[in-house]
């Protein structure tokens, strides 16, 4: 029960903190990018971003991995949780992206 209760855990803590990372790194530079068209100039922008984003799945995972030992429930289940939901809401924010494109081409 430990093991379930940490991974729930870990899940909901990985994804609180990817949805917080796509809100304020990516989702400013989505929306301004979306209209214009982005050429090399903001290549840079997006190499920065994308640098910050590693940096906080990194950060995040070190939290999971030093608080393990702290909480009630199975650490390792935990961190395993936090990696998951990371992964997850990176790929609800390009399915989002994809989604808006779309909408976009069919207005047209």
């Not at 994804?15 to 304020?24: D, I, P």
């Not at 390009?94 to 909408?103: H, M």
């Amino acid at each position: 029960m430990t093991y379930a209760i940490g991974a729930i855990a870990g899940l909901i803590f990985g994804g609180a903190a990817g949805h917080l990372k796509n809100l304020f790194i990516w989702q400013k530079y989505l929306k301004e990018h979306a209209s214009e068209n982005s050429g090399m100039d903001s290549l840079g922008g997006l190499y920065a971003r994308s640098f910050i984003s590693y940096a906080v799945n990194i950060l995040v995972l070190a939290a999971a991995f030093f608080t393990r030992n702290v909480m009630p429930f199975d650490g390792i289940a935990f961190l395993i949780g936090t990696a998951v939901a990371l992964t997850i809401m990176n790929k609800v924010l390009a399915l989002g992206q994809k989604k808006q494109e779309d909408r976009r081409k069919e207005s047209r």
